[in-house]
């Protein structure tokens, strides 16, 4: 599995749902509504219901993209709220 794009579809700043992204895969798989939510042991992914990884592997594989970006998305927000 080749995760090919992760986009940051939106960014919440006083909630517990802190985004929501969408993950393409292999160019040729597109999985929506990936939710980045704040918990009482830290930040997670969760993904919806019908788009389950098949091994702790691939879920970990989605979950650092998926969290790479968001961090990304959090430094490009805070550099343009400086400017």
Sequence with gaps: ???TDVQIRKLFDDSEMKAVASMTIDDMFVIHDIKV???E???YVSLPPIAQPVS???NST???AVLRTY???LADEEMS???
């Design 1 to 3: 599995m080749r995760i």
């Design 37 to 39: 939510v704040e918990g």
């Design 41 to 43: 042991r830290g930040i």
């Design 56 to 58: 702790p592997q691939a």
């Design 62 to 64: 989605i979950a650092e």
């Design 71 to 73: 961090q990304s998305a």
């Design 81 to 83: 709220l400086e400017q």
